[in-house]
T-cell receptor, first 108, second 114 residues
Framework: AQSVTQLDSHVSVSEGTPVLLRCNYS??????LFWYVQHPNKGLQLLLK??????LVKGINGFEAEFKKSETSFHLTKPSAHMSDAAEYFC??????FGSGTRLSVKP | NAGVTQTPKFQVLKTGQSMTLQCAQD?????MYWYRQDPGMGLRLIYY???????DKGEVPNGYNVSRLNKREFSLRLESAAPSQTSVYFC?????????????FGPGTRLTVL
C-alpha cells in the first residue's frame, strides 16, 4: 500500500523568504499525490494535486510542487512566504492516507 | 453550495455516553469518509463509504460505527465514548473512490470525552 512521509514536523521561515515542505512517498506504481492546507480551527483545503499529467504542479496562493520519481518525492515550495501562509500542511497519497503534517510558522 | 457540513461543531461527553456525528454533502459525490485528527498523527481514516449502500473500515475503526443514510449523508456513531476518542473529527467526500480524487472536507467536530 502507498504511504507518504512528511520529513519535518515544524518549519519556521521569515516573511519574504522561500518555503520548502518535504514529502516522500512509497509506491510500486505511479501515484496520485496531493497537498492540503489547514488553517487554525478549519477544515482541510486542497492546494494542488499530481495525477501524472505534468511533473511540476502549480497550486493556489503561489504554491507549487515537483514530482520526482527518482527521489520518490513531492516537495511543496513557495518563493516568498506571507504571514497568511502560517498553517498546517498535509501530504496525501492515492489511498487517502495522510502524512503526519508540517506546521509552518512565518516570522515577521 | 454549502459543500460538506458537519454537526455539531463542539461536543463534550462523559465516558460511556453515546453520540452520533452527522455529515452531509451537497456535491452529489459518491464517496464519503470519516477521519480523526490528533496532534502529531495527521489524519487517520476511521471508516469510508465508497458508494451509497457500502461502508468499509479504515485504519482506526475500533469503537465506531457508521451509517450511509443516503447519497448525501454519512453519520459516525460512538456507542460508548472513551477518553481516547477525544479528537477532532472530519468528514470528507469525493466524486468517486480512488484513485486520483480530490477530497472536500467539512469544518470538523471537536469532541472531548471526560
Amino acid at each position: 500500500a502507498q504511504s507518504v512521509t512528511q520529513l519535518d514536523s515544524h518549519v519556521s521561515v521569515s516573511e519574504g523568504t522561500p518555503v520548502l515542505l518535504r514529502c516522500n512517498y512509497s509506491s510500486s506504481y505511479s501515484p496520485s499525490l496531493f497537498w492540503y492546507v489547514q488553517h487554525p480551527n478549519k477544515g482541510l483545503q486542497l492546494l494542488l494535486k499530481y495525477t501524472s499529467a505534468a511533473t511540476l504542479v502549480k497550486g493556489i496562493n503561489g504554491f507549487e510542487a515537483e514530482f520526482k520519481k527518482s527521489e520518490t518525492s513531492f516537495h511543496l515550495t513557495k518563493p516568498s512566504a506571507h504571514m497568511s501562509d502560517a498553517a498546517e500542511y498535509f501530504c496525501r497519497g492515492s489511498t487517502f492516507i495522510f502524512g503526519s503534517g508540517t506546521r509552518l510558522s512565518v516570522k515577521p | 453550495n454549502a459543500g460538506v457540513t458537519q454537526t455539531p461543531k463542539f461536543q463534550v461527553l462523559k465516558t460511556g455516553q453515546s453520540m452520533t456525528l452527522q455529515c452531509a454533502q451537497d456535491m452529489n459525490h459518491n464517496s464519503m469518509y470519516w477521519y480523526r485528527q490528533d496532534p502529531g498523527m495527521g489524519l487517520r481514516l476511521i471508516y469510508y463509504s465508497a458508494s451509497e449502500g457500502t461502508t468499509d473500515k479504515g485504519e482506526v475503526p475500533n469503537g465506531y460505527n457508521v451509517s450511509r443514510l443516503n447519497k448525501r449523508e454519512f453519520s459516525l456513531r460512538l456507542e460508548s465514548a472513551a477518553p481516547s476518542q477525544t479528537s477532532v473529527y472530519f468528514c470528507a467526500s469525493s466524486e468517486r473512490y480512488p484513485p486520483r480524487n480530490e477530497q472536500f472536507f467539512g469544518p470538523g467536530t471537536r469532541l472531548t470525552v471526560l
